[in-house]
C-alpha cells in the first residue's frame, strides 16, 4: 500500500510541477504604459481619474494645456487591460459611453488606431495626445516617452 500511495504522489507531483511550468501564468509579464510622444508632457503626473476622463473623450488641461487621447486597437490583449485596468467598462460599455457623450456634447469621439505605427503618427501629429502601449513598444519607438503605468497605485 504504501508503495502505491507513493507512486501517486509522484505521479501527482509531477503533474503539478508540469502545470506550472507550462501555465500561462509563467510567461514573462509585459507592462501595459500611457505613452507620448510631446516633450512638453514628460515628467507630467496625472490620477487614474484624469487619465480615465481623458480617455473617455474629455478634455483634461494639465499646465495649460489641452491633453487628448488616441485609442490603440492593436493588441486585442493590451486593449482588454487597458479597459480593465484604467477604463474599468467592458468594450461595449466604452464604446456606448463614447457614443452617447458624443451625441449629448457635440464633441469629437476618441479616435482609435489599428495599428502601432498610426499610433505612433498620431502622437507625433499632436501636442499633447496619450495613447497606450506595451512597454517594450514604447521603448523601441524613438521620441515616445512613458508617462505611466497602467496598473500602479496612485
Known sequence: MAIKLNKRMK???TCMLAGVIFSPASAVARDLVVVSAANNLNGLSLSKFELRKIFLGYKVNKDGQAISAVRNI???DAY???LSQLIRLSDRNYEKRLM???FKTGLANVPKEKSLEAVYAEL???DA???FMWLDEAQAEPGVSVIQT???DD
Open 150 to 152: 497602467i496598473g500602479e
Open 11 to 13: 505521479l501527482l507531483f
Open 100 to 102: 452617447s457623450k458624443t
Open 124 to 126: 507625433q501629429r499632436g
Open 80 to 82: 482588454q487591460l487597458f
Open 74 to 76: 492593436s493588441d486585442k
Open 129 to 131: 495626445v496619450l495613447s
